[in-house]
Nanobody
């Protein structure tokens, strides 16, 4: 499984970005997917997750601002990020879990200026 994340960039506080993560192969619909982020000097933390059935979970810090979704017809997961804050600045990674194996994308930088 290969994951390709995109959509990061530089945005002012209060702005929006949408991240995308495209997965290879034919088993996307069976994968549990998640977005993670890692700020400099900090550990990588989960931001939002979506199960193969579409059940979602969010970190408290992004609830009400971020929306995770998936389109199984396009093998793609999305993260809509609204009302961005400087503390959201990080490298965002997409991750997939399939049959107890974890896969990672390459990361996309999100920078929020104040």
């Amino acid at each position: 499984v290969q994951l390709q994340a995109s959509g990061g960039g530089l945005v002012q506080a209060g702005g929006s970005l949408r991240l995308s993560c495209v997965a290879s192969g034919s088993l996307f619909s069976a994968m549990s997917m998640a977005w993670y982020r890692q700020a400099p000097g900090k550990q990588r933390d989960v931001v939002a997750s979506i199960s193969s059935r579409g059940n979602t979970n969010y970190a408290d810090s992004v609830k009400g601002r971020y929306t995770i979704s998936r389109d199984n017809t396009k093998n793609t997961m999305y993260l809509q990020m609204n009302n961005l804050k400087p503390e959201d600045t990080a490298v965002y990674y997409c991750g997939a879990t399939l049959f107890d194996s974890r896969y990672w994308g390459q990361g996309t930088q999100v920078t929020v200026s104040s």
